[in-house]
């Protein structure tokens, strides 16, 4: 991964560069409406509290679970103790992210969401609110860290989630091959390049016109970027959208030509 100065480097070249979606260049109706409607929707949905009420408690539980490391190279024997404080500080997706994809989730309604990396499941609480009609399938290889996550959804009453355990090495394929169709989806989990593109490609299999593919930490480190690279360049992707902390790819036939956007978030 890359070092804090590294990154701060890269987040001022991209803040810099990336556009605001208002000026010059933004042709496309689909990223404009994107922009206007769901990037920038300041809008407080009464949801946000219910999870965020989730991150404050899970901040404040010093309960130590021990955990398998999954981390980019490390063997899955390893075990880690951490508390919850610090694995919900660590891993899950700030306010700011959770809420996007919520509203993403809440304007495009996929009926299918599959999400790679449930940690506290924080994240797949605001999938699960913003469609609860939809079918929520959420992948986890720590033991401990799903019981806790599975604990949360009881807690928040979120019953359209279903918590798929074991390395998604293991239990990816199975788990698509048994989807209709994966209409959203969110890879945050094993930031590496092979296992990332490998996830992607195995993705592909139940992805339509429709769906939407979201890349976190897509530049954590020069192997996410890569992976980022290839993910961008695949000839079903016809736009994709760089935020920095996530990278949001679709596959809409609209888009005569490929198209990737930068945009201020
Ligand atoms: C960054 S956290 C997910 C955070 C969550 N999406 C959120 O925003 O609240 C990544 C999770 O993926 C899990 N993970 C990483 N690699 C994995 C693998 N190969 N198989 C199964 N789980 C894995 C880790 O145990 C960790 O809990």
Redesign the pocket.
Known sequence: MYSPLQLAIKYFNYWITASNGKGHGMHSPFVFEFIARVLNDKTVYPEYEKVEALRNQLLHDNTVLE??D??AGSG?DKKNKRSISS?TKN???PKKF?QLIFRMVKHYQPATIL??????????SYLSLAKPDARVTT????NE?SKIAKQNFQDLELKNIELIE????DTLLSVVRGLSAIDFS?I???HRQE?TERYFKELLAKTNNDSILVF?DIHWSSEMEAAWETIKKDATVTCSIDLFFIGIVFFRKEFKEKQDFVIRF
Do not use: Q, R, Y
């Open positions: 955990i398998e999954f981390g899955i694995i891993a899950a997706k959770g999400e790679l990396g449930t940690s506290l499941g924080i994240t797949t992948m986890e290889g720590s860290i074991g390395n998604f090495d969110f945050d989990g094993n296992p976190d």
